[in-house]
C-alpha cells in the first residue's frame, strides 16, 4: 500500500534555530516555511535527493494548549513521526480499520500537502505513523 518515504518529521521549539543546523551545517535549503493553523503548527520542508525525493519536516508548535506542545513538553525535541505517501487516503483508512490497526483520525484529516491519517504507536512498534494521499 505504501508508495514511499514521503517526510519524517521532526518536533523542534524554534525552526529558526533548528535551521542554523539543517540549513547552515547540513546544508539543507528549507523548500517552504509555513503556518498551518488548523494543526496549530509552523513547518518547514527540506527536500533530500532532489524531485520526488523524500524530505524533512521541521514541526514548530505555535500554541500552548495544543497536543504538539504537549509532545515537546513530554518528550523534548526529535523525532515525531514518519510519513507514508499511499495513493487512496480513504482506501488506506479502511483497510486499516479491517485489520484492526489503532488510527487516531476517525476520517482524513486535512494536512499541509494533502489529506492524511495517523496511525497510533501502540499498533506500529512504537512509531507514530502518518499515511498521506498527497494532493
Not at 509552523?42 to 532532489?50: D, E, K, S, T, V
Not at 479502511?94 to 497510533?120: C, N, T, W, Y
Amino acid at each position: 500500500m505504501p508508495r514511499r518515504i514521503d517526510h519524517v518529521a521532526i518536533i523542534v521549539r524554534n525552526i529558526e534555530q533548528a535551521l542554523v543546523f539543517y540549513r547552515d551545517t547540513l546544508g539543507i535549503t528549507p523548500s517552504e516555511i509555513k503556518e498551518v493553523p488548523t494543526e496549530q503548527v509552523r513547518i518547514a520542508f527540506l527536500p533530500m535527493g532532489g524531485p520526488g525525493g523524500s524530505e524533512l519536516e521541521l514541526i514548530e508548535p505555535i500554541t500552548p494548549d495544543s497536543s504538539l506542545t504537549r509532545f515537546l513538553e513530554k518528550r523534548g525535541e526529535g523525532l515525531h513521526h514518519i510519513c507514508l505517501e499511499v495513493a487512496d487516503i480513504d482506501a488506506a483508512l479502511a483497510e486499516m480499520q479491517e485489520k484492526g490497526v489503532p488510527v487516531l483520525d476517525k476520517q482524513p484529516r486535512i494536512a499541509a500537502s494533502g489529506r492524511a491519517i495517523f496511525l497510533h504507536p501502540k499498533g506500529t512498534n512504537g512509531v507514530l505513523l502518518e499515511l498521506l494521499e498527497k494532493k
